[in-house]
């Protein structure tokens, strides 16, 4: 049998069973119901229960949408995470200690070479050190680099 037709038998089972059902659902009451229509699907279109799980999934998203007084209590509640990753919480720290103390700035840099990451100006202020490393590269000299 095609999917297609599968998914529209699952569709009529779901909403030809739904009147026999006493609303609301209860959690025991809903894994009857879902079951029965899995393996009822299985059985009658030969497909896997992995198969007859997505026609049911799709069937129940439909009726939902449509009628959603229908389905009360059907399926995991609205807050439950349904599958899939977790979400990560940014961390929720103060500015000063994110970046560490602010007053403690570097004072004294140097200058290195790239390719050997040895030091050829030691003591200097920030506006030398980037002055160096500009110098360096206009003349198209080793690069450098300032710490």
């Keep these: 049998m095609s999917a297609a037709t599968t998914r529209k038998l699952a569709n009529n089972m779901f909403v030809q069973r739904l009147p026999a059902v ?4 209860t959690a025991a009451t809903g894994r009857v119901f879902r079951k029965g229509i899995i393996l009822d699907l299985v059985e009658l279109t030969g497909c896997t229960i992995a198969a007859a799980s997505t026609h049911y999934a799709h069937a129940f998203h439909r009726i939902k949408e449509s009628e959603p007084e229908l389905v009360v209590g059907l399926g995991r509640p609205e807050g439950k995470n349904n599958g899939g990753r977790k979400r990560k919480q940014a961390p929720t720290m103060p500015a000063d200690e994110l970046c ?7 004072q004294v840099f140097e200058v290195r070479r790239c390719k050997d990451n040895v030091a050829i100006y030691t003591g200097l202020s920030y506006e030398d050190a980037r002055a160096k490393v500009e110098k360096a590269a206009a003349q198209k000299k080793g690069k450098l680099y300032w710490v």
């Excluded at 006493?22 to 659902?25: E, Q």
């Excluded at 560490?100 to 570097?106: K, R, S």
Aim: proline letters at 9%; zero cysteines; aromatic letters at 10%.
């Design 100 to 106: 560490g103390d602010l007053g403690e700035q570097q």
């Design 22 to 25: 006493t609303l609301p659902f």
